[in-house]
T-cell receptor
């Protein structure tokens, strides 16, 4: 069975500092990986996705993630965060079928 | 731009009431989903529909039913609301096939008293 673990429930960081949000998954088959962001009082929107090919994936708003098959990880990074990046971030994995498995979420709190 | 709309942002109901949550998408997506979002638990799939009148149970279907009479509309029904169904409900849609991303509505925060 697939599962997704987001290793940090909350990440506080100062503005303009780099950030990494960690995600590990378990699956016995090939996976497609996603990061979604949820701003306060809004639904989720796609930040980036890994389907195949290059393991470094670039997304919107300066975020990027690296797929590491041997570590079964898909960590999200940004070199310099802004106050506006304060949100909850969800890692998700999908194989075949219709189900996408979401992690529990990481709250990123950017401080001035 | 894909738009997924949900009928209410906030809803307060009483225990035992029948509750309807409506979701409409405007991008001709085949797939539609209902999730429940609770702190520390992420998103859990309640039901999924891949076509009109077709549905599949997700991970937590107990206490819920769904209806999809038109391609653009997917309704979640709480037959007899209970306090443990107080939660944020998110609707999503996507094109058929893997690995298409999902597009989410803004959510309905339901409180059952």
């Amino acid at each position: 069975a697939q599962s997704v673990t987001q290793l940090d429930s909350q990440v506080p960081v100062f503005e303009e500092a780099p950030v990494e949000l960690r995600c590990n998954y378990s699956s016995s088959v090939s996976v497609y990986l996603f990061w979604y962001v949820q701003y306060p009082n809004q639904g989720l929107q796609l930040l980036l996705k890994y389907l195949s090919g290059s393991t470094l994936v670039k997304g919107i708003n300066g975020f990027e993630a690296e797929f590491n098959k041997s570590q079964t990880s898909f960590h999200l990074r940004k070199p310099s965060v802004h106050i506006s990046d304060t949100a909850e971030y969800f890692c998700a994995v999908r194989t075949g079928g219709f189900k996408t498995i979401f992690g529990a979420g990481t709250r990123l709190f950017v401080k001035a | 731009d894909v738009k997924v709309t949900q009928s209410s942002r906030y809803l307060v109901k009483r225990t035992g009431e029948k509750v309807f949550l409506e979701c409409v998408q405007d991008m001709d997506h085949e797939n539609m989903f209902w999730y429940r979002q609770d702190p520390g638990l992420g998103l859990r799939l309640i039901y999924f529909s891949y076509d009109v009148k077709m549905k599949e149970k997700g991970d937590i279907p107990e206490g819920y039913s769904v209806s999809r009479e038109k391609k653009e509309r997917f309704s979640l029904i709480l037959e007899s609301a209970s306090t443990n169904q107080t939660s944020m409900y998110l609707c999503a849609s996507s094109f058929a096939g893997t690995p298409n991303e999902q597009f989410f509505g803004p959510g309905t925060r339901l409180t059952v008293l």
